[in-house]
Nanobody, 126 residues
């Protein structure tokens, strides 16, 4: 059964850090690029970061470059999003997704998810 489960969201102050985790079933992780998206009410879901299936290449939306880091541990079927120096504008529901490596090479980088998680809420107050 395809499964992605996100954890690690929370309520933090601006400038703080959080680390999101997404544990996947093997069928939704092995051989897939993984990515993080976020969504606020009334707006479209936004691609935030992606990492290729090998973990060698990473991609970020401009607004998080230098603050967020995506990584994966293939032996654990887990992808992480380390978020530092959080801003109120980062407040959103964050989703984990699995897709194709080739998607991340588009300009701008993107991921067309084959699978989604249920989301974890991140709220940043000033």
């Amino acid at each position: 059964q395809a499964q992605l489960i996100e954890t690690g969201g929370g309520l933090v102050q601006a400038g703080d850090s959080l680390r999101l985790s997404c544990v996947a079933s093997r069928r939704t992780f092995f051989g897939y690029a993984m990515g993080w998206f976020r969504q606020v009410p009334g707006k479209a879901r936004e691609f935030v970061a992606g990492i290729t299936s090998s973990g060698e290449d990473t991609y970020y939306v401009d607004s998080v470059k230098g603050r967020f880091t995506i990584s994966r541990v293939n032996a654990k079927n887990t992808v992480y999003l380390q978020m530092n120096n959080l801003e109120p504008e980062d407040t959103a529901l964050y989703f984990c997704a699995a897709g194709a490596d080739s998607d991340l090479k588009s300009i701008p980088p993107m991921l067309t998810p084959h699978y989604w998680g249920q989301g974890t809420q991140v709220t940043v107050f000033s």
